[in-house]
């Protein structure tokens, strides 16, 4: 397959859980060598993905504080840059991002494919969310802000999915972007045992170079980097601890994993994370 970047080949680096890992012979992205189907994203977010541990969540819910907070250092941040506006978050879950978005001035609407995820956004936070991903998401509203937290990594169509998010965000708008930096230290360190490595969740790994290269094509540009403060509860790390050591030689560590209290909250080591903010260039 070529790269979905750069269109240059990709070779074939490892297998993981049955699925090639592929690197591009030119900008180094990685991804799954993998033809999707077109219900993939269905496949992959349904009920269990957040409360069925493994790759996923143990309890999404049981996460709302971390995470809300989690969104309100992100709009307080961007306040750096522009003023409170509307905002797009992608891959919203249940909304705690967004309600984080919120509690900082800024006002939108939430994404998610998971219907019991928006019902919650919905019904028990008020906000607003609508059904389905963004490769197939249409609008008439642009936003100041389309927000990819975690996110930018699982889309089955990366591509797709960009073009509609430049479709709807405003001339001098921004994308904010966390994901995981296949370059960092520990990455290369781990090498096919990092956690992040987890198909078929889990489809693209990027660093900021490579992320930046992507961006380009939809005419935005750097503002900033840096790395996200980021906290799970104590069930989430025994999670996925527990889904990644029983397939490797330190198996024999799960029965520790019991020790951790579940509402425990764990900051997480953040030197393999990063954010971006980038901007819309002004079209005449």
């Not at 074939?12 to 799954?32: A, S």
């Not at 494919?113 to 059904?131: F, H, Q």
């Not at 100041?144 to 699982?154: C, E, F």
């Not at 069930?235 to 509402?263: F, M, N, R, T």
Request: proline fraction near 5%; charged fraction near 20%.
């Amino acid at each position: 397959m070529n790269c979905p970047i750069c269109n240059n080949p990709t070779r074939q680096i490892f297998q993981k859980y049955g699925y090639w890992i592929v690197e591009c012979v030119n900008c180094l992205h990685r991804c799954v060598e993998l033809a999707l189907p077109a219900d993939h994203t269905n496949q992959i977010y349904q009920d269990d993905y957040f409360k069925g541990g493994g790759a996923g969540y143990p309890d999404y819910l049981a996460e709302e504080e971390i995470l809300t907070r989690h969104g309100r250092q992100y709009g307080s941040f961007l306040q750096k840059y522009t003023t409170p506006g509307t905002i797009l978050d992608v891959g919203a879950a249940a909304g705690f991002l967004l309600k984080g978005f919120q509690d900082s001035g800024w006002r939108g609407i939430g994404l998610e494919p998971n219907s019991a995820m928006v019902s919650y956004g919905r019904d028990n936070l008020g906000l607003e969310m609508e059904i389905g991903g963004l490769e197939n998401f249409s609008s008439d509203r642009r936003f100041d802000l389309v927000s990819m937290i975690q996110v930018i990594a699982h889309f089955s169509d990366i591509r797709q999915a960009l073009r509609k998010a430049a479709q709807v965000t405003k001339n001098n708008g921004f994308w904010l972007i966390e994901s995981w930096n296949k370059e960092s230290w520990i990455a290369r360190v781990l090498g096919d045992q990092w956690h992040e490595y987890s198909p078929p969740s889990v489809l693209h790994w990027f660093s900021p170079s490579d992320l930046s290269l992507l961006v380009a094509q939809y005419g935005f540009s750097e503002v900033a980097r840096g790395r996200p403060a980021k906290y799970l509860n104590g069930a989430h790390v025994k999670s996925i601890l527990g889904y990644k050591l029983q397939s490797s030689s330190l198996s024999w560590l799960q029965g520790g994993l019991k020790l951790i209290p579940d509402q425990m909250v764990v900051p997480y080591p953040n030197f393999d994370l990063f954010w971006m903010l980038f901007q819309k260039k002004t079209v005449s």
